[in-house]
């Protein structure tokens, strides 16, 4: 039964790869005969002030979001894992982000921060009665880098931070309690027993967290497009190049470069959890 999915998974990612390497080292430009192999797509791409900023948005929006991701998830779960009446009706709460598809979610946002009678501008002019103006003429969110890429980030974390709190519960529900009886016994205060054994036995948890919703931020693409299309990210960046300017090699080239980074990331991302884990035992 493990075979054929391993090799229907792995043949896919094989044969996507391969043609999506090809294509970013082909030459459009010079014809069939001298288009490959080239670096002329790489060249473009390097030097295009559109793609600097697109990666350099993208990497603060993996820098930021991450980490939103999981604490927004780790406090979500330390919740819903005490004890306390209607606990499966929270946890169902909770989990709501998660039913509502994406795309649903950008266009509601969308709506809310539209300018100049978005729903927030309106309230933030005072035009509803419970509270008062604040702004006296409306602000376009989606002018602003900060704004309209903070707003995308909002939102992206909202949506999907259902996924971390399932996995980081799951984690904190494999500690046993004999542990914290024991240490309640020599007198650890709360702080102590999250530190001592809560944050040690839990960093698998967290390691797959920050993987997964590391690599879910590089390849975003939905929020930024309808909340940010001005500001791009390298995912906006790669559908605009492919569909609106019509340069294949150019977007199959940032493509290549999106992969090389999220595995970078990985590297990155096991070394320093690495560190930590042996940082947390010295101590």
Known sequence: MFLPTFLYLVGFLILIF???????????DAGLAGGFPSLAN??????????????????LFVLIGTP????????????????????GWVRSFFIIPLAIPAIVSAI??????????????NLLMGQYPFFPAILETPFNFRASAFYSLGIS?????????????????????????????????????ERQKF?????????????SVLLIRSIEM?????????????????????????HDWHKTG???????VLVASIILSAILLFWFLKRFRQALIRI
């Open 250 to 256: 150019e977007a199959t080239a940032v493509s290549v």
């Open 42 to 59: 790489y060249r473009y791409i390097f030097i295009s002030a559109e793609f600097r900023s697109a990666f350099l948005n993208t990497v």
């Open 153 to 189: 980030l909002i939102g992206k974390v909202w949506r999907d931070m259902p996924i971390s709190m399932l996995i980081l519960l799951a984690g904190l529900t494999s500690i046993t309690q004999d542990q914290y009886a024991a240490a309640e016994t020599m007198g650890a205060s």
């Open 68 to 87: 939103l991701e999981l604490i927004a998830g780790l406090v979500l779960a330390l919740i819903i894992h005490k004890q306390f009446p209607l606990r």
């Open 195 to 207: 530190r001592y054994i809560t944050l040690p036995l839990l960093l698998p948890s967290i390691a």
């Open 108 to 121: 509601i946002l969308y709506i809310l921060f539209a300018y100049p009678n978005g729903h927030v501008n």
């Open 218 to 242: 590089w390849k975003e693409f939905i929020f930024p497009y309808f909340l940010a299309r001005r500001y791009r990210l390298m995912g906006t960046l790669i559908e605009e190049l492919y």
């Open 18 to 28: 391969y043609y999506l390497v090809t294509l970013s080292l082909t030459n459009a």
